[in-house]
């Protein structure tokens, strides 16, 4: 038995290696970061603006990899345009990378990849880099979600909705990410050796940078923070995926979900929910209210939110129901095509 799971294990690994080259060693190379940064951690007690220097590499190379890793899966996915969408995989790699060395980098030296308003020549040079790579990735993350829009990249219909409209909200997710610049809240702060620096701008909202915050996040806990929508929107594609594979898992027992169709209405319903939720935390964060304090407002938005969420997906299942009593949801009756991956083989 073990030796079947080895030989299994082994296989999966080697095909997982044959995925978008470019991106997989982006990804190996964040994993050897997070090792870094862990090691960082630990042994490294200097602190920037109240978190410890190694705490924004780690949460870069846990975002890179995972974003990369879930690239790299879809894209070898069978879809057209795939001379396009590798080259445009190549750019996120290489910008994701260049992205997060800097951050390590400037990490390393105790001092600011973000908003750093510095007059050195080398270090300007470096962080102009920076911003221009941020661009590139969210423009490659658009050009890549506009080429998958337009094709069913997944013979299940649901697992192929989860891949465009997550991308949509990973888009809107960085887009969101320009509101911090955007604030130009100029601010100073010292370095882990005491030089005091001018930021361009910051994070928080209606708060200094560097106060109280949640744990491992550091979202602020005294006033709005916008990395939170940031955050929010750009992992959308990874709730999208999970969302269609929870409902595959489901429809092993619950017959009304083996329609693909229904699973695919399903995502859709999850995922303009899930653009609520970042409409209203975005919303939260401009109205400088911290995460885990929202007031009145923000409740009745959330409440109304999950009761529309919850009776589009009521409405779904019910019309699924109906379909399945009128034949179309039989399997055999639509042809082997509610199997979904069945029937692409």
């Not at 999966?12 to 997989?24: D, I, T």
């Not at 445009?88 to 290489?94: C, I, K, Q, R, Y």
């Not at 270090?123 to 661009?135: P, T, W």
């Not at 506009?146 to 990249?153: D, E, G, P, T």
Request: charged share 15%; hydrophobic share 55%; net charge positive.
């Amino acid at each position: 038995m073990s030796a079947v799971l080895g030989a299994s294990l082994g296989a999966s690994l080697r095909r997982v290696a044959r995925w978008h080259r470019p991106l997989m060693l982006m990804v190996a190379s964040m994993l050897i970061l997070l090792v870094v940064s862990v090691v960082g951690l630990l042994v490294d007690d200097r602190v920037l603006l109240g978190a410890p220097v190694w705490l924004k590499p780690f949460k870069f190379a846990v975002s890179m990899a995972v974003y990369g890793t879930t690239l790299a899966w879809m894209l070898s996915l069978p879809h057209r345009g795939r001379k396009w969408t590798s080259g445009l995989a190549t750019v996120f790699a290489v910008t994701g990378f260049v992205d997060t060395v800097i951050v390590a980098i400037q990490a390393a030296r105790g001092t600011y990849s973000h908003f750093h308003k510095t007059t050195v020549v080398a270090e300007k040079a470096m962080l102009a880099v920076f911003g221009n790579a941020v661009i590139l990735i969210m423009l490659a993350n658009l050009a890549l979600a506009v080429i998958l829009a337009v094709q069913r990249v997944h013979a299940d219909r649901a697992v192929s909705r989860a891949i465009r409209t997550g991308l949509a909200l990973a888009v809107a997710g960085m887009a969101l990410g320009f509101l911090m610049p955007a604030q130009g809240k100029a601010e100073t702060a010292l370095t882990t050796t005491g030089e005091r620096v001018s930021l361009s701008s910051g994070h928080s909202v209606g708060v200094p940078d560097g106060g109280p915050g949640l744990p491992v996040t550091e979202w602020s806990t005294t006033g709005g923070d916008l990395r939170v929508p940031h955050f929010v929107g750009l992992h959308g594609l990874q709730v999208m995926l999970i969302v269609a594979l929870l409902l595959t898992v489901a429809a092993a027992r619950r017959p009304l979900l083996r329609d693909d169709r229904t699973r695919a209405r399903l995502v859709g319903v999850a995922a303009a929910g899930y653009a609520g939720l970042i409409a209203l935390v975005t919303w939260q964060a401009l109205r400088a209210q911290p995460l885990l304090r929202p007031d009145g407002s923000t409740l009745a938005a959330a409440g109304l939110l999950v009761v529309l969420t919850a009776v589009a997906a009521a409405g779904v299942l019910v019309a699924g129901r109906r379909a399945t009593a009128g034949g179309r949801g039989d399997p055999a009756a639509a042809g082997g095509r509610s199997t979904g991956v069945t029937s692409a083989q």
